[in-house]
């Protein structure tokens, strides 16, 4: 995964552009992905998809005609979505296109102007305090005309239509943590899942931040009741805690197996209410859809100083966190996969687990303990209304070690799933 | 309300009779109140209404003729209600009839026996120390006779018919904080509220303690359907952190919206539960109302020393605390007033909200992040199932800047109110 | 009670056979037990009754013929449910059938074998190290055959049919918390019982563990629904502080009113959920049975040093602590008994209680105020929805108060009962 992440960090993303269908196909071959182009113009909701944008170059050049600042050394230094501009202007003149970060002197800020057409430069306190006083020429050389707006998705079927949701937004340029890393680790979901059953299908999103899940939910909007858990996938290479925000009804079956799986992964996890400021579980979870989608991230983005600026660069990111990251994702697939409810075939007072193997006979023995323990919590809950992820949390063990008691307990034949009516 | 406090204090009350009637006639002309008069013998309820009191004189002369406990100095010093008396006993005999407070020798306590026939005086026990062996001549001039009780009722209709409810006991003799307090602030609340548009129709009652409400309650009981929310005024001049006590039913929008106000209002408020022990709200909260009517003051009654001694006198009461606590009571009430309930109309997916001026564009202005925050707020949760306090309170916001967002979203078409079926 | 443990201890019991008959024939006459004989064989859900038990001697002999492991000395030194067995071994072949606590080497553990035909011997850690290499000559001369399981019942009818379910184990030899302590209250209980009017109908049984509530369960299985409370009586004679363990659903009247007596009792009683490891709580907590049955114990089993060791002894059990844990069950079965539901005939406003000589009229008697206050809680919540229980907990008073205070109300005739309909 950190390969990947450096790979496509030197890319010039934005909402729309070559760039973001460059870093699409480099997901070749590991992810098939089916990329969608939807035209400049298209209604979806109560957007319009914006206009496509591409540069060539962007600089400002001193009296002496050096570069000052340069698009080709650092893509930050353009506003993103800069309309085309020639000119030459004093620095007084220039100082409103210009933006820094007083307080990081060093640092060049990521900025935007996607709905408001503009053009500008960001750049280090450093860089504009060694500017003087003259007259500089400005080029930037982009379009901003008809054409389209791309993303991919990827659908893994499971012997369920219901779907998992994953997405993640693939726009910033080069920004590492926030969100080649989710970009990462969602590539890294599609290779591990393809290789197992799976019960329940996979949709993978692959967008631009904000109008992406727009333009989806506008195109699906029929299928989104397929849905039955979401995550949005964002800032997961950091050596941040783990931090899991819940979907907008807060108690779904993906809730409490993020919640679940948090609790027993160790560390300082910290599982926080919905808000509808974040990424784009604010569009999958607006009211007219209220889709069970989550996210879990390690530092959630804005509460960590390098968040969108050059700063969050391939230093920000380490591949052991973006593995761990990785385990804690396929850790809450394997809840959703494994959570089914099962009746007792033997209701009335415990079975005999001796003769059946299940027991240790002269007892003593530590090592059967718990897994004595997890049977004969899955036998006394499985009255039809717990499912194995109620029995886990009731119980305090882990999902893992309850499944493994089921399965003991099917092998004897002493359960029976319980189909959804 | 410092100054209506000081005017009223001297006058002694009691439950029925002239002192009651003249503290009602002060509060002319600022609150148009409407007086009652309820005869002697009435039944409302288990209870009867009493013979009507006032009194002339009363004191107690040693054998030299001198007045060593005169009501004239202190209306304290008369046991409330006491029956007419005119005798000379010796200090033996005059005992069973003397009040003190042996703990705090210089207060005069504060006693009644409205519903016994006796007499009796209260004096500080410095007083009755100073009381040689020998006998006593005593005055009780007061009448105890057929006649009426007395209670003011002020409303002030509404767009709605439904009542908010606001009721203080004025027949507390010269005890300042119990309750001329609670008198001022309702008297100020009558004329703020006289002044301002109002959604909900507001009934003010100034009543006799305990018989009161329930002489109000038994003349208007088939009225009481229309109470949707009520509040005890008592003991708000101290300057004591804010206390509110809970309504029978704990969980009515006069409780969120109290707990609210006092959970952004800053200091150390306290919420409790309701108790069937202490003011006016025992019978408006008895299981045959049940009225979700509460009670907010600063220190209750019997949790400070001077309660019901000479020493709840003018200097335990504040200007400024009686103007926080109005303060504090004109925030429920704008909290009850402003609570409804809308409809997102643009509910798949956010709304532009840039394109309609109400969005930053390029970001960083941190002065209008709050303000974006609750319009994201209000039209995520604007589902038709929140009402804007749901939303402030799952927001963490203070209720004025989540109505201030629904009116900026309200002005560019984005809600539609929900009325009720 | 300590007397009846101290007799009982030297009998060697199991979960059949005569040690277990004579332990319940010592109860007589003081518990009227009605004895069940259950033949070899007989199906009772899953399991099987399982052949009788019965010791006439077993030792271990060195080769000097002294013996040095007797049964005659400690009954835990046979392996419980050993098959016969004679012969001569080396130490080396005898080995795999002596079972020592290599920690506490001067202690014998307690070992069963009930469901796999075994033999063999435990004894202290320095016993065996005493054991030379050579031969020893064995002796078990048990018995295993057809015969019968017993389990002692009594019913104490009251005014319902409905039950009050008490359960204790009897089939431990010589351990003396674990749990002769728990037949010694058991049976205090059902004599005290007997001497009071009972509203509910109680029924106790002594049984062997886990099989004994199987067999009973399976013999009065439509019975089971007569079952309002149950208490599985262990571990009573340490002492440990109370430890209550939630019935399965956790919730119940039981759980309420056991919870709310060790919250008053004083203490730092401890309340666990229900979980599917424990005494004989287990069968009647299974899913098809689920009753309402919890276990109050004071050191749960399995959490003591001494527990299934010879340890547990007559040294463990105090006769204070059993009295104590006696006093906790009586209070339970107080609130049983007591909680019924009542409706205040004055529900509109407070009855005047003054006149019905329920109220002091001058005020400040301390000692009348929780009177008082209990009285008003009472009046207050007597809505027809809540019980005396719920009123206690509310009011955070203790249960007994609240029911005085009914007395007294209903003795002027302000409540009525409320009868389920």
Chains 1, 2, 3 share one sequence.
């Not at 995964?1 to 699409?24: H, K, N, W």
Request: hydrophobic share 35%; net charge negative.
């Amino acid at each position: 995964m950190y390969q990947r992440v450096a790979e496509l960090y030197p890319i010039c993303r934005s909402i729309t552009g070559d760039g973001f269908r460059e870093t699409l196909r480099r997901l070749h071959p590991d992810v098939a992905l089916q990329l969608h182009e939807v035209p400049t113009g298209t209604r979806v909701f109560d957007w319009t998809v914006p206009k496509e944008w591409n540069v060539r170059e962007a600089w400002i050049k001193d009296s002496r005609g050096e570069k000052v600042v340069d698009f080709a050394r650092h893509n930050l230094h353009l506003l993103n979505y800069s309309v085309p501009f020639c000119g030459t202007l004093t620095l007084e003149e220039l100082r409103p296109h210009l933006y820094t970060l007083p307080d990081r002197p060093d640092w060049i800020p990521y900025r935007t102007s996607y709905y408001k057409e503009d053009w500008g430069f960001c750049l280090s306190q450093r860089q504009l305090d060694g500017m003087s006083e003259g007259s500089y020429e400005v080029l930037v050389d982009t379009s901003l005309a008809d054409g389209y707006l791309t993303y991919g998705e990827c659908l893994l079927p499971g012997e369920e239509t219901d779907e998992v949701l994953v997405s993640c937004h693939a726009c910033h340029p080069s920004l590492a943590n926030d969100n080649l890393s989710g970009v990462a680790l969602t590539s890294a979901l599609v290779s591990t899942l393809s290789r197992l059953e799976r019960r329940w299908s996979y949709r993978f999103l692959f967008v631009p931040g904000t109008i992406g899940p727009i333009v989806w939910l506008a195109r699906n909007d029929e299928r989104t009741e397929k849905i039955r858990a979401g995550l949005v996938v964002a800032c997961v290479g950091d050596s941040g805690s783990f931090n899991f925000k819940r979907s907008r009804r807060g108690n779904t079956e993906l809730d409490r197996a993020a919640e679940h799986v948090l609790r027993h992964i160790g560390g300082d996890a910290v599982v926080e209410d919905f808000s509808p400021y974040g990424y784009d579980e604010r569009q999958y979870g607006s009211p007219g859809f209220d889709l069970p989608v989550g996210s879990l991230r390690r530092t959630p983005h804005g509460r960590y100083p390098q968040y969108h600026t050059s700063a969050d660069d391939l230093s920000l990111v380490r591949a052991d966190c973006l593995a761990e990251s990785l385990r804690c994702y396929l850790e809450i697939v394997r809840v959703l996969e494994g959570n089914r409810t099962y009746v007792n075939l033997n209701p009335k007072c415990e079975p005999q687990l001796g003769r059946r193997g299940l027991y240790s006979l002269v007892g003593g023995r530590t090592d059967a303990e718990r897994r004595e323990m997890a049977m004969l919590w899955v036998l006394n809950l499985s009255d039809g209304s717990n499912s194995l992820l109620d029995i886990a949390e009731r119980a305090r063990m882990p999902f893992p070690e309850i499944v493994a008691a089921t399965r003991e307990l099917l092998g004897v034949g002493l359960l029976e799933e319980r189909k959804a009516a």
